[in-house]
Each structure stands twice: as C-alpha cells, then as structure tokens.
C-alpha cells in the first residue's frame, strides 16, 4: 500500500547488504513522548496514510496524543498478519468458502476473496486427553485426534491450496501463541522491500503472549480476524495507556505465575479493559522474555487489550536462542534503535495512569477456585479453599472459621484420604470437619473427598514453553521420586507442552523418567485441559463424583479455571505453576497447606515437606544454560508446515470454491448471506420483544459460547445422534465449529449457566414466555422465531468476558436475539456482537435490571435505533418494557463499527465493498 507521506517520513535503512524502506516516527511531532505501543500505532498511521481512511489528521492526532483525555479519536490500525487457532481458525475459513460463492452470487469475482495480509492457522485446540498417564499417550491421542477430525483437516488442507497467504501448522506441532513467539513472530516485518513493526491480530485473545517480544497485537473475534485478512483495517479509538513499572528482581522460591498472577490481580482492581497496559522502567531488564510472554499472554485475564514489553537486548537474545536467522535479528535491534523502539530503562514516556511493583514483593501463589484475578498466597490456600468450599457443597457444611480454630490435617488425613483396603461400589461416610464438609467415599482401593485433586495438568500456552516453570517441574519431580513419592491414585496427571522443543529440553536434561514415574506422560502439543478438553476422568471416580456430588479439584498451569470449563465432573479449579501442578498432584488435595504440613512420606517413612523438593534458582538456571540451544529450536521448526505422514496422506478436495458434502456433521454452508442484496436494508426499532435470558454479572464467552464435551441429552446432543452420529464421536464443541447447526443448539447450553427465568436451575434452560414452560434455550429461540418474536438479553456486569470466541456473537445472532442490554462489556465480545449485527446496549449508569425492576417477563421494546439510518449513532436509545421505560446507552463505539452495524454486519460490509470495487 502507497503512502500519501504527508509528513516526509519515507526514509530508508540499511542492515547488512540489504536496504529497506522506512517510516520515520521521529517527524511527527509529539512522538519523543509516546509510549512504546502508540510509536507503533503512529508508524502503522504513516505508513497506510491513504487520505481517506488514514489523514495527516489522524497522524497529528496520535503525535498531540492527551494521556488523560477520555479516548474519542478513531484511527484505523492495519495488522501486518493474522494468527489463527484451528476452532476459531475452521469458522473463518467457512465463512471466506461461503464469501466466495456469495460474491459469484452478486456477480462479483470470488478470487478477491483472498487473505491480503499472511494468516497463519496453529491446530492445536482438536487434541483431547483421553489418554493418559502411559507411555502411548501421545500417539494414542492423536491417533484419536486425527480419526475425529478427519473432515476439520481436509477442509483446512483445501484452504491452503485455495487460498493466497494461508499456511497451516499441522497438529502435534506446538500450541498456536508457543508457536508464534518461537518462530512465526518477526517482531520487525520485512515484505516488498519494507521493514515495519510486526504486528498482529489473532483469533484467540491470547494473541497478546506476543507483547513479550515487543509485539504489538491482541485478540479478535473470527469475524473481525476475516476482515483483516481482507484488507479491512481495524477500527480502534487510540486509547490510554497504563504506564506499569517495573523494579527490584524476584525471591528465590517464586514463578513466572506467581508474578502474572499478582499482576492480574492488580490490574483488574485497578481497571484497564479497553486500554492499553505497557511495562516500563528498572526492572524490566531483570525479567527473563519467557516470563514476559507469560505475563502477556494473561492480558485478558487483566481485561486490557495488550500488555506489551519493549524491544531490548533480551529480546535479541530470545530471538537468537530461537534460531531466528542473523538477518532477522540484526534487522530487529537496527530498525527498533532508528525508530526509537529501544527500551531506555531511564526515560519514562506519558501515560494515563501508572502503577507499580517491587518484584521482590512476589509470593507463591495460586489462582481460583473460579477465576484468574482471584489470586491465593500459597500460604493462604487451605483456608481459602475450606471457605470458598460452601459454596460448592450440598452436605451442610458449616459456616468457615478462620484457620486458627479449624483443625489441621496431615496429608494422609486429607479430604482426600486414601486406604488400601480392597475394592467395592463407591459409598459415602458424611462427616462435618471444622471449616470444611467432610464426604468420604470409597473407590476402589482409596477414598475420595471434597477437594480431591482429580486433574494435574501441565497445560496451556502461559507456561508449557517457558524453560525456567517447566525445567523446575520437572527437578522439583526428580527430587520428589528420589525420595520414594508417588502422585496420589485418583489424580489425572498430563503433559501438553506448547511446543516439542521442551520435550528436547526434557530428554537433554535427563528429567523426563521422573515426570513419568509421577503419571506426567506427554498426551499432546495443544491446549488440551486449559480450554476444556481435559477427557473424561476414569469412569470409577466420575462415577463417584457425580453419585455423592463431590466437590473436587482440578490444578493447571493455565490462564482460565471459569467454571464449568475444565471438565463436567469439576466444580473448583485452580492456576498454578507448573511445579506446583505436580506438588498437588504428589498432594492430592487442595485441603492441605503445602507451605507448612507434609506434602507425603519418603520411602524411609519421614515426612516429606514441598521446601525438601522445591529446586533452587541455581538448578534450574544450569539446567537451562545445559539443556535449552538455538540448536533445537532451528531443528523443530525447520518444515514446520509440512507435517507429519498423517497429515500428508489426508486426501485433500480442490477448486476454488469448497464442494459442500450435505451430509457433513462437522463442516457446513452458514447462512449468513442468505438472500443478501447489493445494499443493506435499513436497520429498523425493535417491538414486541422478548427475553431469552436474565444473566448475572461476569458471565463469560465460555457461558456462552459451546465449549467442552457434548452431552448426549442437549440439543446438540440430540441433533448429532439423530444424523448418524454414535456418541463415542461427538467430539467437542470446539472441533465442531464448522457446523453452525451444532453451534446453535450449544449456545447458552453451559452447564453452569444461571438463567434468573428459571430460578435455582443450572445450565443452558430458560422460560418460554410463549408456552409458559421450562425449556432448553435453543428449543424457546426456535419457538420464538417461529412466531416472529425478536429476542433480548438482560446481563450484568463485565458481560463476555474470556476467549475471543466467535460463536457467543455468531450464536446469539442465529438464536434470534436482537439487542443485548447489559451494566458493561469486555471489549472483544461487544465489537464481536456489532460484527454480528446484535446491537450492544448499556444499563443507564448507576441502574441495574434489578433496580429498573425488570424481571426479565415483560415485552420490549427499544426505539431510536433507526436514527443509524441517517449516518449517525444515537447516543441513547428508549426502551420500553412493560411499565418501566429507560434510556439505554448505544455501545457502538466507533462510526466503522456503526457502518458494520448498519450492514448487519461486519462481512457483509466487506462483501459489498468487495462488489463495489
């Protein structure tokens, strides 16, 4: 794309035998100023100034950047490349196959419909545990993880011939974000004789593990992610940026995820959704970049778009430890040193708001037991567990004390108890505990209880590839099996690193036996537990726990434990380090306190304490300098795309244009194009409303959106068997994203979802105002439509907060919902709804659905929508809804994404502009 260069800042830059062409930020005024993040915005400004989209205003704006004023100019940011993860990767090529024959359809010419900016596609969220704990694992479950997503691969193989700019990372490769600071990252991109900061959008909102590098970029939803791989920029307000300095170093003793997750809990205390958070100052230079991922990674879980480190020597270092080639990396500290994008640890940039942290201030810690901010010192971790376990329980627990007076345990006289004492059906002996319900039930040759740790899982992309967390679980198992312990009977234990370097690390180092004899086989590169697909616990203990209705535990070193997420069979579940995992897994419940009471007994019969086995900095700093070289890295991603004999034999369809097979469960023809005209109809008030939903405050996407297993007994359930599908093969939600039919039928179908329509009952249920029944959602949005009846959702605060996940936009859509009216919003699922064509609202400040009094009966209905009509966005528009009338605030942020509204959505927008042109 041509600049206009108002400003002169075409320039050029040598590095080695090659020149590239440059945009100088050093001519706008204001730049010195900037943080690090806007300097890449402003250059991304100048360098796609087009008069048109992109004005010298737009430019001058960004340089007279205010860091207090409330955030109102639009400029719009174009990624240098798109990132995608197989789920939400599937839909998005769907939906670019159905572009193409919509616009042979309107007479247009179906090769537009081509990715302009690279799209690089991870598969790595398909793989399921299923099995574990053995040393075929992991060719078990890929075996079962190709069997089952036979079609998925076939239709992404075709992509890639079809497609200009689409790759593929076949699966049992790495997990999407490890992959991509490893390797995909340029972090400066050189394209058509330019160099320019790479940056990017991906389709996972944890895209943001990039800002480690020095990466700008975040999450998207699908929808948004297509258009960008369409040459449509990204319509942002330049927004305030958090200024978080950083000094001191860290304690010996603690992790990368102690540190993010006591960031995490700082910034959602301190409230930074929609901004942008930038670490500064001292102590950046003493955080390792594997660290910086890890706290980038968890900008979601913080709310904020990004969380970004500077370009530094680290940096340098990390990219040659990566085996990045020589060019590459001279190119990145050049272009990063001319463009003012090298961290200077003693100048401090403008920002909106500061906060800081002594490093040094960081203790152990843990996260749950059903969100990321709520962040536990280790120390702390019994008596939290014991008062949030009330919570969980349907045994009578009494009221929590404090830790003082309740009793304490052993480990051996844990909740979790085990007795060799012979087999048997499972039966419960109930007991109140001081502090804690107590409900032991037999199982074979142990007895379970509240808090058992039923899952360990070394799993997501927040730690698996970061060597000082992984190296350390691994010492930490080695101390642990020289002093004769074993991880607890009941405890699925599974390791899915984010990339298969770690397992050279592993094997070099000599630690992999001892990860093995506690249970931490390898079951897969990919997500595996993190995002639900955990497999299912052994049929003995599910058994169990769903007969008693215990309230066990699973332990992750991921970046999500929302509820209803990891597995079916587990209420409470808890982040924490990869050495803590296998601590808890040797532990085997969570009613224990690990800082001070024995974690098991050594083979010579003496307690064993978690400091007897904890390694030190030391170790696992010469285990790194002996185990980790570039070597590995150059060697693991030299054919990267190419796959393994599995993937190559995949027969693969051709053409332009995808041949649709009818009787396909997992991929299918969406219709969101059906009966599309030239120009958009004009968007119209909404009358004689329903509600779908009344929702609470800090209801996730994965509330949402389907995820996890399928349930033989759900809508989706019913319509796989009813097409020939045998239960064995239902897969997950997630591997089915391809088949808006399912997709439909799991909306809202979570089995932790509250509905306040139908009080006291959990899952994806709701009141069907027609018939005045209980019903499943799908089948009330089904009657609903049938009987013309537009739909509402009425939610609370932080509503869609989590993944990135299409389908909760695509899905509400296709349930008929109209309009959600909610008291806030995470960003990524607010533009996700507009990209749908659902209009966001907001609750008047200060008011809520219950002090409006609605009870979520009455008829809606919501006017002035139709002043969008003329070219503008109402500021508020009049609802009605029965007695109780209110202005509610219109959450279109932006006149690109007023334009996608009145389209009805945002692909049709980039459809109709494809005609046009």
């Known amino acids: 794309m041509a600049s206009l260069d108002t400003f002169g800042a075409k320039s050029q830059l040598g590095v080695g035998d090659a020149s590239y062409e440059i945009f100088k930020i050093d001519r706008v005024e204001g730049h010195e100023r900037l943080p690090f993040s806007l300097k890449i915005l402003l250059e991304n400004l100048l360098r796609t100034e087009d008069g048109a989209n992109i004005t010298a205003e737009h430019i001058r704006a960004l340089g007279g950047w205010d860091p207090k004023a409330e955030p109102s100019v639009e400029i719009q940011f174009t990624p240098a490349r798109v990132l995608m993860q197989d789920f939400t990767g599937v839909p998005c090529v769907v939906d670019l ?7 042979r359809e309107l007479g247009g010419d179906p090769s537009k419909v081509n990715p302009l900016a690279p799209a690089e596609l991870v598969i790595d969220h398909s793989v399921i545990a299923d099995v574990f704990g053995r040393p075929d694992a992991f060719e078990r479950n890929v075996e079962i993880e190709y069997g089952r997503n036979r079609e998925r691969y076939q239709f992404l193989r075709w992509g890639q011939t079809a497609f200009n700019e689409f790759k593929v990372v076949p699966p049992g490769t790495g997990i999407v974000h490890q992959v991509n600071i490893e390797h995909l990252a340029r972090v400066v991109m050189p394209r058509g004789g330019q160099a320019y900061p790479d940056t990017v959008v991906g389709t996972d909102s944890h895209t943001t593990m990039v800002n480690g590098l020095g990466v700008l970029g975040w999450g998207v939803g699908g929808i948004e992610a297509e258009a960008a791989m369409l040459g449509q920029p ?25 540190l993010v997750l006591t960031i995490t809990e700082m910034l959602r205390k301190h409230g930074v959704v929609g901004k942008f958070v930038e670490f500064y100052g001292s102590g950046v230079t003493s955080v390792p970049l594997a660290n910086r991922a890890t706290i980038g990674n968890m900008s979601p879980e913080f709310g ?16 040659r430890l990566t085996g990045r080639n020589e060019q590459q990396v001279a190119l990145v500290e050049a272009y990063a040193k001319a463009q003012g994008l090298w961290h200077d640890p003693s100048h401090e940039p403008s920002y909106s708001e500061y906060l800081e942290l002594d490093l040094g201030t960081i203790v152990p810690s843990i996260a749950g037991p059903k969100r990321p901010q709520d962040r536990v010192p280790l120390t702390d971790a019994k008596a939290d567990f014991r008062a949030a376990l009330g919570g969980y329980v349907s045994d009578g627990i009494e009221s929590p004390v404090d830790e003082a007076s309740a009793e304490s345990f052993p480990a051996s006289d ?21 502090g804690r319900a107590s409900k032991r039930v037999k199982v074979e040759d142990f007895e379970l209880d509240h808090g058992a740790v039923v899952i360990a899982s070394i799993t ?47 094997e070099k180092a000599g630690l992999l036996p001892y990860l093995e004899k506690l249970g931490f086989h390898l079951v897969g590169y990919g997500c595996t537990t993190c995002i639900g697909n955990s497999g299912p616990l052994p049929e003995p203990i599910s058994a169990a726990v769903n007969e008693h209705d215990l309230a066990v535990v699973s332990v992750l070193s991921g970046n999500r434990n929302f509820e209803g997420r990891i597995q079916p069979d587990v209420k409470m579940n808890y982040l924490a380090s990869p050495p803590l995992v296998v601590a808890y897994a040797i532990a085997g419940t969570m009613d224990i306190d690990l800082t001070s009471e024995p974690i098991g007994t050594s083979s010579e019969g003496k307690p064993v304490y978690l400091k007897d086995i904890w390694p030190t900095p030391q170790e696992v700093q010469e285990t790194i300098l002996q185990a980790v070289s570039a070597e590995m890295f150059r060697k693991g991603y030299v054919d990267v795309f190419a796959g393994d004999e599995r993937w190559t034999s995949l027969s693969t369809p051709t053409g332009d244009t995808f041949a649709w097979d009818g009787s396909s469960t997992y991929v299918r023809k969406p219709p969101y194009f059906e009966g599309m005209t030239p120009e958009p109809v004009p968007v119209r008030d ?3 409303a329903r509600v779908l939903a009344k929702l609470g405050d800090s209801v996730t996407t994965d509330h949402i959106s389907p995820a996890g297993s399928i349930k033989p007994d759900s809508p989706a359930g019913k319509y796989l ?54 019903e499943p959602i799908y089948d009330a949005s089904q009657a609903y439509q049938a009987a013309g009846v537009p739909l509402v959702i009425l939610a609370g605060k932080e509503y869609g907060s989590g993944s990135s996940r299409d389908w909760a936009a ?23 709804l507009i990209g749908m064509g659902v209009l966001p609202l907001q609750f008047p400040p200060g008011e809520t659905a219950d002090s409006l009094g609605l009870a979520g009966s009455e008829t809606f209905s919501i006017t002035g929508i139709e002043a969008l009509n003329e070219g503008t966005t109402p500021r508020t528009v009049r609802v009605k809804a029965g007695d109780v009338e209110f202005d509610a605030v219109v959450r279109i942020d932006t006149p690109g994404e007023a334009d996608y509204y009145r389209h009805g959505g945002i692909l049709q927008y980039v459809l109709r502009k494809m005609i046009e042109h």
């Not at 007795?419 to 109140?432: D, F, K, L, Y």
């Not at 967390?469 to 642990?480: E, P, S, T």
């Not at 932790?752 to 006291?760: A, C, H």
Request: hydrophobic share 40%; glycine share 10%; with cysteine.
């Open 97 to 103: 196959a159905t572009m193409r024959e919509a616009v």
């Open 234 to 258: 990204v319509s942002m307000l330049i927004p305030k940026v958090v200024g978080f300095r950083l000094h001191g170093e860290m304690p010996s003793g603690t992790t990368a995820t102690d």
């Open 304 to 319: 904020s778009t990004c969380a970004i480190f500077p370009i530094d020597g680290e940096t340098i270092a990390y990219l």
């Open 414 to 434: 844990s909740p979790a108890v085990f007795a060799e004492n012979g087999g048997g059906q499972p039966h419960a002996a109930e007991t109140v505990v001081k």
């Open 460 to 506: 997501s992309c927040t730690n698996t590839s970061n060597p000082q967390v992984m190296l350390g679980a691994a010492l930490l198992a080695r101390k642990a099996v020289e002093l004769g312990l074993t991880s607890k009977p009941w405890v699925k234990t599974t390791l899915a690193p984010g990339s298969k370097v770690v397992m050279d690390y592993y």
């Open 686 to 688: 909404i009358a004689g």
């Open 721 to 774: 068997t009813e097409h020939g599908v045998a239960r064995t093969d239902f897969n997950s939600y997630g591997s089915r994203r391809g088949n808006h039919e399912v997709m439909i039928r799991g909306t809202f179908a979570n089995i932790r979802l509250r509905n306040q329509l139908v009080p006291g009952v959990e899952g994806g249920f709701t009141l069907n105002h027609l018939s005045g029944e209980q």
């Open 810 to 832: 695509k899905g509400t859509a296709l349930l008929g919902v109209r309009a959600v009216i909610a008291e806030s919003y995470e960003r990524i699922h607010r533009s996700n």
